[in-house]
């Protein structure tokens, strides 16, 4: 969309319009720090060009400089108040910052001045899928496609929401309709791959995701939910890759994705952490492994001299940054990192990461190295039942692995620890159901 600025001279305007197509196609072409200077050239002839201010907007956020990306956004709306493409990209950088209260205000006032916006109708539907008003998100996403018939991602974001209502055979259609329309789209085809499993045919989810990896080796996810859909031999654990790809992503509403699951594993580690930990204050050295975007830190404060945080994901620390909480936070495979460190601490915690580890003896051996003698070892797993699943651990569907209770004990005793206690827990929900999971605390014996 482009919007009329302020009248100027005609070679002054075309001046603009030259450096601005210029900036464009340097920023389509992903030349991010060029499109920055280009942007800014334009705006230094003509300070009020709304295009301009927008699409560096733009360029800041993808470069992770939202505050810079939301005045930018802004600024053009004040000067092009009915600007919907701006409108809408301002909505989508709050959609995907968490702030969805104020995302939906923006899509709806947008709507109300361009009902037809179909991008607009899609975004405020996601938005609708999160917060679980699944028939009024479908209903905006039929809207979108009495539109645009062919719009690859309202059939996307179709079949996500069929999913949600577990119209398996119609998700199918809409992600094959994706397919259609855009054959490499590789969300889809993990999804598709998906649905099939749960109609029942493994062999076509199998060869969806074995045909995805021939056109993009790379897709660390595609290869890790290939082994679980096999289920051949899974690996020992979830590749490094598929961690930092997963996380990487979600990074942004995977605080507000787990409240509505109703997680509850920081709270409940927090609370056997003040329990189990004799002193008081701010005195104890605490690691927190898996640190995602510092969930426990809140909860464990209270005791808390130093805390310090590791995980794999670099965005996903960024928004554990944000909470001034930790000591140091680190971006590294806990293993790895647990194995070079020479600081002791007094507790080591580690919530739903070992839910991506089917072999557990070397990580608790780890953990017992890093801890002071009598330190406690504070986390937990999904837990499946031997009557059920014989094996000691098993890679689920959904890519998680579970481990049975005995397999956890023996581990612990290998490694060199006590077994304190071990509690059934449900540490979230799953398609609406209670995953059965399990909360461990074990101490290192004193010397």
């Not at 009024?136 to 949600?164: K, M």
Request: proline letters at 4%; hydrophobic letters at 45%; glycine letters at 4%.
């Amino acid at each position: 969309m482009s919007v009329t600025s302020l009248i100027m001279s005609p070679t002054k305007n075309n001046k603009i319009t030259h450096n601005l197509e210029l900036a464009r196609a340097l920023h389509k072409q992903g030349n991010l720090i060029q499109a920055t200077a280009a942007y800014k050239k334009v705006l230094r002839l003509a300070p009020t060009q709304p295009d301009a201010l927008h699409y560096l907007g733009l360029v800041y956020y993808q470069t992770g400089q939202v505050n810079e990306a939301l005045s930018n956004i802004k600024r053009a709306l004040v000067i092009a108040p009915h600007y919907a493409d701006a409108m809408n990209n301002l909505a989508n950088i709050y959609k995907e910052t968490g702030d969805l209260l104020a995302a939906q205000a923006l899509y709806t006032r947008l709507l109300s001045i361009a009902p037809h916006h179909t991008n607009t109708l899609i975004n405020l539907a996601i938005i609708f899928k999160q917060t679980k008003q699944t028939q009024e998100a479908l209903h905006l996403i039929h809207r979108a496609l009495a539109l645009e018939p062919q719009h690859v991602i309202a059939h996307y974001n179709l079949g996500n929401i069929q999913i949600d209502l577990q119209q398996f055979e119609l998700a199918k259609s809409s992600f094959m309709q994706v397919l259609m329309l855009e054959p490499l789209h590789h969300q889809a085809t993990k999804q598709l791959a998906y649905v099939l499993a749960e109609l029942g045919q493994t062999a076509a989810a199998i060869e969806t995701l074995q045909n995805l990896i021939e056109h993009r080796p790379e897709d660390a996810i595609a290869q890790h939910l290939l082994a679980a859909y096999a289920q051949n031999t899974p690996p020992l654990r979830a590749a490094d890759n598929y961690i930092k790809q997963t996380f990487d992503h979600y990074s942004a509403s995977f605080n507000l994705s787990l409240a509505q699951l109703e997680y509850q594993v920081p709270q409940l580690i927090g609370e056997k952490v003040l329990s189990s930990l004799s002193p008081v204050g701010s005195q104890l050295d605490i690691l927190d492994l898996g640190c995602g975007t510092g969930l426990c830190a809140e909860f464990i404060k209270p005791v808390c001299r130093a805390l310090i945080g590791v995980d794999l994901s670099a965005k996903m620390l960024a928004q554990a940054a944000k909470l001034n909480l930790y000591k140091e936070l680190h971006e590294a495979e806990l293993v790895e990192f647990m194995s070079k460190t020479a600081k002791p601490f007094d507790c080591v915690i580690c919530a739903d990461t070992f839910v991506y580890f089917g072999e557990l003896h070397s990580a608790f051996s780890a953990t017992l190295l890093v801890l002071k003698p009598h330190g406690y070892f504070i986390f937990s797993v999904e837990q499946h039942s031997t009557s059920v699943n014989s094996n000691d651990y098993f890679l689920q569907r959904n890519g998680r692995y579970s481990h049975a209770k005995a397999y956890i004990n023996t581990a612990l005793q290998l490694a060199g620890f006590t077994l304190c206690t071990i509690e059934n827990i449900v540490p979230r929900l799953e398609k609406g159901k209670a995953v059965s999971g399990a909360l461990i605390v074990a101490q290192k014996p004193g010397k």
